[in-house]
């Protein structure tokens, strides 16, 4: 059953401002993702001028692209488990170190993609 609440355009532009405020609450308190933005307005253009094909663009441009998405959703388990408790908790760091290492496999993964693509 649908939670009652806004439909149609409504519904999509009220996500629209939610994801906007969720973008600038990244960019004003995670500097890690600011580094990782500036890194894949850089990567941009040189996707696009080392890619040979639309498809190798695209695959590069996407495993950096990758990168920020993985780092949003570790920073919102962060900010998760800082909101249930300071105190250090066994599980609670667990999580904040799996969150962080979904964030390096991504950066690995792009750095493969990118090493495949130009030299392989």
Do not use: C
Request: hydrophobic residues 55%.
């Amino acid at each position: 059953m649908a939670k009652p609440g806004k439909v149609g355009l409504d519904r999509v532009l009220s996500a629209s401002k939610y994801s906007y405020q969720g973008l600038r609450a990244q960019w004003r308190h995670e500097a890690a993702f600011r580094q990782e933005a500036v890194l894949f307005l850089i990567s941009l253009p040189f996707a696009i001028w080392l890619g040979d094909t639309g498809l190798e663009r695209a695959v590069l441009i996407f495993s950096v692209g990758l990168v920020l998405i993985v780092e949003t959703l570790n920073s919102s388990v962060e900010a998760v488990v800082d909101r249930i408790s300071s105190e250090h908790h066994e599980l609670s760091g667990r999580a904040k170190d799996l969150g962080s290492a979904a964030v390096m496999l991504a950066l690995l993964l792009a750095a493969v993609v990118w090493l495949v693509v130009l030299f392989g």
